[in-house]
């Protein structure tokens, strides 16, 4: 049994150091974590390769020590540039002939996509709880808005067509109006609706979108770029609620493009390791992606955790309700929805759609 091919193979970052804290193996996941090549990482003093607090470093270092293992459930590997990856480790020592500790191995499990499912699945949390509190809400708010309404249509009537009053009462009709479309939103978010998912071409749904925001795309001196992948199957899902989701999404990039520049509507097979393939109850199927890419302000770090909240918004006019309703149809799609985002640079939201068998 070649043993050093099935480290290298293993999932999990295997590192290998001597009594000194040099490295003598590096797997090819511990390159692809640390994105480090063993090449330049074998015979280096790990302090070399990662930061001299790392810990990893400290953890090895007291296996050394002690000749115990050592395990860190939450621990941090940082990438060369900066950017710091949630990790599991477990350190053990190895004993040469006469007893002594010769050297230590680190295991490092990557937790990152662990993290993300579990943001996915408190972000479903926090908008089931909201919805149920907003069907409760507009219960009561309903009726006596529907008693306001009728009473300003007779109090209008009453006033006759060439009343100065009546435009306060135009004042309080359109603003009852809005408050109940508001509510309706809400209603809608938190109601589980009827799908109706039928084969559909994404391209036709994008062009559609396209279509329509062409006049305030023009306005702010952007250009609507079409990426397709011509060999994309159909999908399966809602015609109606799908171009909901993309007509939101394409006005959130519109907004933050104020001195213009490119909104790019991509298709194309997902190869994502995380949502490529999901269940869909009936077996797993493949995905496709539907991503709008924006070259605006970008989203600073500080909000990106609350975007999908609902009511969220940085917007003097906006409900903050455009990204929660269209986590919600993804949802109900057994889809998913993510954004990448650059501060300064733009904003990348993919929606990952199922495929038709
Ligand atoms: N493409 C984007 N670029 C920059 N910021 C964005 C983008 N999309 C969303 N955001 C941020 O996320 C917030 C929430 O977006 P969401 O669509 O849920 O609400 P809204 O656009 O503010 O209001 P509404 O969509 O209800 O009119 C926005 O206010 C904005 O700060
Ligand atoms: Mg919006």
Redesign the pocket.
């Known amino acids: 049994m070649n043993y050093e091919a099935v480290l290298a193979g293993l999932p999990d970052a295997v590192i290998a150091v001597d009594t000194e804290l040099r490295v003598v193996f590096w797997n090819s996941a511990a390159e692809v974590l640390t994105e480090r090549s063993a090449r330049r990482a074998v015979g280096k003093f790990l302090k070399e390769l990662l930061p001299p607090d790392a810990s990893v470093i400290r953890r090895l270092a007291e296996t050394l020590a002690t000749g115990e293992s050592r395990s860190e459930p939450e621990g941090i590997v940082e990438r060369g540039d900066h950017r710091s990856v949630p990790v599991g480790i477990v350190t053990a020592p190895l004993f040469g002939r006469d007893g002594s500790v010769e050297a230590a191995v680190a295991v490092l499990r990557d937790l990152s996509r662990i993290r993300q499912l579990e943001a996915e699945v408190r972000r479903g949390e926090t908008l089931a709880a909201a919805g149920r509190m907003a069907v409760g809400l507009a219960h009561e708010v309903r009726n006596p808005l529907g008693a306001i309404r009728g009473a300003v249509q007779l109090l209008r009537r009453e006033l006759g067509a060439d009343s100065r009053l009546t435009e306060y009462t135009d004042v309080l009709l359109t603003e009852v109006d809005r408050v109940n479309r508001i509510i309706e939103?809400l209603v809608d978010l938190a109601r589980p609706v009827q799908l109706r998912p039928v084969p559909l071409n994404l391209h036709q749904l994008f062009d559609r979108v396209a279509l329509m925001s062409e006049e305030a795309a023009r306005e702010r001196g952007v250009t609507i770029v079409r990426r397709y992948d011509p060999s994309l199957p159909p999908i399966l899902g809602d015609e109606d609620r799908l171009l909901q989701v993309f007509h939101?999404?394409v006005?959130?990039?519109l907004?933050?493009?104020s001195r213009g520049g490119h909104l790019t509507l991509t298709t194309r097979v997902s190869l994502n390791p995380l949502f490529g393939r999901m269940d869909l109850g009936a077996g797993a199927r493949n995905m496709v992606e539907a991503q709008?890419a924006?070259e605006?302000?970008?989203?600073p770090e500080a909000?990106r955790a609350?975007?999908?909240?609902?009511f969220?918004?940085?917007?003097d006019?906006?409900?903050?309700?455009?990204?929660?309703?269209?986590h919600r149809i993804l949802e109900e799609h057994r889809g998913a929805i993510q954004?990448d985002?650059a501060e300064g640079q733009?904003?990348v939201?993919t929606c990952f759609l199922p495929i038709v068998k």
């Not at 609350?306 to 609902?310: A, N, W």
């Not at 969220?312 to 917007?315: D, G, I």
């Open positions: 939103m939101n999404l006005r959130n990039a907004d933050s493009m709008v924006d605006g302000a970008g989203i909000v609350r975007i999908f909240d609902p969220f918004t940085t917007k006019k906006g409900l903050g309700l455009g990204l929660a309703i269209c954004v985002s733009g904003t939201v």
